[in-house]
């Protein structure tokens, strides 16, 4: 599978951007099984995961310091997962990359970059204070 994510930008401090992620190379079928994942990675710092999925989206995991704030989804007949970010600060300015991995059971939630071996390119977030 490849994974392609677009939607970063540069916003001011307090604004939104959606991003998304959209798998190609797999059926929507295949798509549906995978645990999906945002990841960031600001320079000098390890990447981190801030949002992800289950593969029945019954489970979620957000960071702490997005909670309330950003959002993930999925669309399997899309093949694409979402990242909506909102209420953005300067320390949300990263490099986000979404992963996947084909996964047996339904309501895992998998935040460890390790666990993933799938990953998009990354797309660039610059949030200005």
């Known amino acids: 599978v490849q994974l392609q994510a677009s939607g970063g930008g540069s916003v001011q401090a307090g604004g939104s951007l959606r991003l998304s992620c959209a798998a190609s190379?797999?059926?929507?079928?295949?798509?549906?099984?995978?645990?999906l994942a945002w990841f960031r990675q600001a320079p000098g710092k390890e990447r981190e995961c801030v949002a992800a999925t289950s593969r029945s989206g019954s489970t979620l995991y957000y960071a702490d310091s997005v909670k309330n704030r950003f959002t993930i989804s999925r669309d399997n007949a899309k093949k694409t997962v979402y990242l909506q970010m909102n209420s953005l600060k300067s320390e949300d300015t990263a490099v986000y990359f979404c992963?996947?991995?084909?996964?047996?059971?339904?309501?895992?939630?998998?935040?460890?970059?390790?666990?993933?071996?799938?990953w998009g390119q990354g797309t660039l977030v610059t949030v200005s204070s």
């Open positions: 992963a996947a991995k084909d996964q047996i059971l339904s309501a895992t939630v998998l935040s460890l970059a390790s666990d993933y071996y799938n």
């Open positions: 190379g797999t059926s929507a079928g295949t798509f549906s099984r995978y645990g």
